[in-house]
């Protein structure tokens, strides 16, 4: 965890310095692809030493298949390589280390690493073996056309702004970003002559990763008081259990779901700002003319806390792996693609048996929040009195739901699970 830290906050530093000093102006993209490629590689043997090997071989792996493997299936045999070594690396770790937190853990990197390798592979089928009509809007703007060189291929997967904690980008975003034109593309998409410029504005990402600094200092404070304090495993404690009552049980489950998120939030939010300080991440310029730089984050912590639907919930946590399982498997699933996808889920996340209780619960809660909504909402809009009690009942309701879901992924193992469930 301190070298995690370490390697984000030196990351923070060279990716402002790479801004400023090897900008689109001041260097060639080679320059900037080998400068990311090398200070990524860097860290993973900073954090992860002997261990980050695994991470070199999986990239490797799935170069050599992007260079022999037939257009039509390349998105089929990257998937299966890259997903199936890195269950056998979850499966390893198991065994060797059981339960608990690791100081090996190099899963992380490995899991985006997969996500890279999956996305590429599948936009570069869409790009190259599948004609303009058979692909979705999205899939047509992100479509990439010619395979990457070695040195393209290698700063995507292994730069330093997302190398420890992600997040995953589209392929050609990336490209854009390291060749100048990330900004540059966004900013076409608005008339500024109407708005009164002379020419394109220089947006700046400083004030967007000072906010975001500030988000990750509140979160760590969170997480080395609350979540400390209020440990998941309290509520499987035969002396809690006996003593509480159910509804006193239910707050407790909240709270301690509540304090398990700073974590997250912590560790994403500061990637985005690593990424933000290298000049990577903006979305583009609302209505009002302020600039966004959002592109790249995993979370937006206000809907988190104020969904009033599951759907709603899984869309803003985590929002590059969801937006990873809806383009490798929600829209290519030929069947069930909602069960599909939180199966994907699990298996991404490990083989600890908690992850598999959550996504399965995940697929059942999904499934029965949509069939309640479509069934019932009409009949609380006519008023607002009913719409405002609609919404706080339909709020609870599903933080509750995400509670139960999510508390066996903190657990991991079977015996606390099936104790929590009774």
Request: aromatic share 16%; net charge positive; proline share 4%.
């Amino acid at each position: 965890q301190i070298n995690f830290v370490a390697c984000q906050l030196f990351a923070l530093l060279a990716a402002f310095w790479f801004r400023i000093y090897l900008g689109p102006n001041h260097a060639s993209s080679a320059v900037r692809h080998a400068f990311a490629t090398l200070f990524g590689i860097y860290f993973a043997v900073f954090c992860f030493g002997w261990y980050s090997i695994h991470l070199f071989i999986l990239v490797m792996m799935n170069y050599g298949i992007m260079n022999m493997a037939s257009i039509p299936n390349i998105h089929r045999y990257s998937f299966v390589v890259a997903m199936g070594y890195l269950t056998l690396c979850h499966i390893s770790r198991i065994y060797i280390f059981h339960y608990g937190i690791l100081t090996t853990d190099f899963s992380g990197p490995l899991m985006i690493i997969t996500q890279k390798i999956t996305t590429l592979a599948c936009q570069l089928h869409d790009g190259i073996g599948r004609q303009a009509e058979e692909l979705t809007a999205e899939q047509n703007r992100l479509a990439v056309k010619t395979k990457p060189s070695l040195l393209e291929y290698l700063s995507y997967l292994l730069n330093f702004m997302s190398i420890i904690a992600g997040p995953c980008s589209n392929y050609k975003d990336y490209v854009a970003f390291i060749e100048g034109r990330h900004v540059h593309m966004k900013l076409l998409e608005v008339n500024w002559k109407q708005k009164g410029y002379d020419r394109l504005p220089d947006p700046s990402p400083t004030g967007a990763v000072m906010y975001k600094l500030c988000i990750t200092l509140v979160s760590l404070i969170l997480f080395l008081t609350l979540t400390k304090n209020f440990p998941m495993a309290y509520i499987i404690d035969n002396e809690f259990l006996d003593k509480t009552p159910f509804l006193s049980r239910l707050a407790y489950l909240y709270v301690v779901t509540q304090a398990a998120k700073p974590k997250y939030y912590f560790a994403w939010t500061l990637a985005d700002a690593v990424n933000n300080a290298a000049g990577y991440g903006f979305s583009g310029v609302d209505e009002r003319g302020t600039f966004h730089w959002d592109l790249l984050s995993n979370l937006n912590i206000w809907n988190i806390e104020t969904a009033t639907s599951f759907k709603m919930y899984i869309e803003n946590w985590n929002i590059q792996t969801a937006a990873w399982l809806k383009r490798v498997c929600y829209d290519r699933a030929p069947w069930y693609p909602t069960a599909l996808t939180f199966v994907l889920s699990a298996l991404w996340h490990g083989v600890y048996p908690g992850y598999y209780f959550t996504f399965l619960t995940g697929i059942l809660i999904t499934l029965a929040a949509r069939a309640i909504r479509n069934n019932c909402r009409r009949y609380f809009l006519s008023s607002v009195p009913l719409k405002t009690a609609y919404d706080v009942l339909t709020w609870a309701v599903t933080q509750l739901a995400v509670c139960y879901t999510v508390a066996p992924f903190v657990m991991l193992a079977v015996e606390p699970t099936i104790k929590f469930y009774k």
